[in-house]
């Protein structure tokens, strides 16, 4: 059979994106079929969509289309019959480079033909989000982000258990060029970095107009410099929002500017800062990467988290997102310079301060409703409390592992002892980044102590929203900054009253703690008060109210018994 020409031609329909492609964009391209037809490729509006339209002299009965992005099928559909009855047809892609195969079938044979296309949209949301604090951040402001979901978001959490990634809101995506199953990979942070990494250099190729709107955890924040101004796309092309990762925040804040020596000007410092930021910008730029070693550039990526506030206040295209700063929180010795940072500074929208309860209080029953979908909330998450009449007490754990959950069965009992199970039934809430259902051993531990494990992906801030009547107790954690009753903050785990004074980042709530508990050691002044080779805790009695007499007591891990002292060590009847 004589062969003939098949020709494609590929039109992008935004205008912006001519100029981005040239005449490329216009190109013709032919291979030989066994009938002439003619195909017309275009990105439908700014959408994730391809119409593909086709002319021939043959009736068309059946029409192919493959979109590959590399060497991953992004959609491979069959027409047919109705289907081709207006000469064209739509298929789903997403932003990006794809080659489109096609293969049009008629009576006389086939037409074969491939182009390589581009999708762009104008502007995006990039959002690869560490920690639970910056995830919790992102999903409460998700409308304001988004322009009411106008603008397409793209997210990778490295703790994706929390989601239901088939209740994603409109125009929100998983990042789209790796496995869905790599996204829900839990922890896989390295992975995130590179497909984010390659996908908005990917981007802006397509269309250096686009505006890139990254949302990062302020621990994580030198991702902005790596991920942006590493792939060569200008200030005036980009806004980031550092996201508060809670206590960490503050503490990296505290250790550039809460430098307790004599002398010590933390303007001066902030000048040195800020003149390390500026080289370091050109550093990235002309190395086109960021890996934060700081042998090669000014700064180590370890030293930039220090830098949320000064990025924040030199760039106009950076902003800090954060949960309460205040005096005590945010710590400096020079009072002149806090001052600046927590009054004009916040007014300026160098700082946000961006509190859970805000946008939570202003849901709707709707909104409410597709939060609780997106984050898998179970109403019978306290059923075993509810059925019982008991109160929920819900014990904040922290890494599923004994290092970092020291003592862990001997606290759980005194406060089973001390607030009793007659009153409470008992729930565990591990740390997000150690999910219970991927360690046996604590599974074990849990059912041994009689305790209901909660799902530790959820933020406990969204656990205390929809179930204000939760008790908490436990490791010390900034979900306790959420508590706004002191009733319901019973007890610290771990942690002397002292110790607690001493702590920079338990300010805001420290004051709320019904009772502090910690370990009494051999050299400790009340380690004298106890007898035999068990272990042995302090008790300091902070909101909740002792006995008439009683200073403090100590109990007993072995017995689980209390012995109540006076403020002169006598034991009290």
Request: with cysteine; hydrophobic share 35%.
């Amino acid at each position: 059979m004589k062969k003939s020409f098949v020709l494609i031609a590929l039109i992008l329909a935004v205008s912006m994106l001519f100029s981005a492609c040239g005449d490329d964009a216009l190109d013709v391209s032919t291979v030989y079929s066994d009938f002439t037809c003619i195909f017309v490729i275009n990105q439908v509006n700014e959408e994730q969509k391809l119409n593909i339209a086709y002319s021939s002299d043959e009736a068309i009965t059946k029409l192919e289309v493959s979109v590959k992005h590399g060497e991953q099928v992004v959609a491979n559909q069959v027409f047919e019959g109705d289907a081709l009855k207006e000469n064209n047809v739509t298929i789903d892609a997403y932003y990006g480079k794809h080659t489109v195969s096609l293969r049009a079938t008629s009576a006389n044979g086939v037409a074969e033909a491939f182009k390589e296309v581009s999708l762009s949209a104008s502007e995006y949301v990039i959002a690869p989000i560490s920690g639970s604090m910056p995830q919790l951040y992102f999903t409460l402001n998700m409308k304001e982000i988004t322009n009411d979901h106008q603008i397409p978001a793209f997210v990778w959490l490295a703790r994706p258990d929390s989601w239901n990634w088939d209740n994603l809101p409109d125009n929100v995506y998983p990042m789209p060029t790796v496995d869905i199953k790599e996204v829900l990979t839990h922890n896989n942070y390295d992975k995130m970095i590179e497909a984010t990494d390659a996908y908005i250099e990917e981007l802006y190729s397509i269309n250096s107009g686009s505006k890139f709107n990254l949302y990062i955890n302020d621990y994580n924040s030198y991702l902005y410099l790596k991920l942006l101004a590493g792939n060569g796309i200008p200030e005036n092309n980009y806004y980031v929002t550092l996201l508060s990762d809670g206590g960490a925040s503050y503490a990296d804040f505290n250790l550039a500017f809460n430098v307790q020596e004599e002398g010590f000007d933390a303007d001066a410092k902030y000048a040195e800062m800020a003149e390390k930021l500026k080289t370091l910008y050109t550093e990235v730029r002309e190395a086109k990467d960021y890996d934060g070693d700081g042998s090669k550039f000014s700064v180590d990526g370890s030293d930039f988290r220090q830098y949320a506030y000064v990025a924040a206040k030199e760039m106009n295209n950076v902003e800090w997102w954060i949960l309460r700063p205040r005096a005590g929180v945010l710590c400096s010795p020079d009072e002149e310079f806090i001052n600046t940072v927590l009054t004009t500074d916040k007014t300026e929208g160098i700082i946000e301060e961006r509190n859970f309860a805000n946008p939570l209080k202003a849901m709707t029953d709707d909104e409410k409703t597709a939060l609780k979908s997106l984050y898998n909330f179970n109403n019978e998450l306290f059923e075993a409390a509810d059925e019982s009449g008991k109160k929920a007490m819900m014990i904040l754990g922290s890494w599923a592992n004994p290092e970092n959950e020291p003592d862990f069965e001997d606290y759980v009992n005194l406060v089973k002892a001390y607030y009793g199970e007659e009153e409470f039934v008992y729930y565990y809430k591990g740390h997000p980044n150690t999910p219970t259902s991927n360690y046996p051993d604590k599974q074990d531990q849990l059912e041994d102590l009689n305790l209901i494990d909660v799902e530790s992906s959820i933020n406990a801030e969204l656990i205390l929203f929809f179930y204000p009547d939760i008790y908490m107790c436990g490791y010390n954690s900034s979900t306790f900054m959420s508590v706004e009753s002191a009733e319901m903050a019973c007890c610290m785990f771990n942690m002397s009253f002292a110790q607690a004074e001493a702590n920079e980042g338990t300010s805001e709530y420290r004051g709320l703690i019904g009772i502090y508990t910690s370990k009494i050691t051999e050299d400790s002044p009340y380690a004298s008060l106890c007898n035999g080779d068990g272990s042995f805790y302090l008790v300091e009695y902070n909101n909740d109210k002792s006995k008439d007499g009683v200073a403090f007591s100590i109990f007993d891990a072995e017995e689980k018994t209390f012995t109540d002292y006076d403020e002169n060590k006598n034991i009290v009847a």
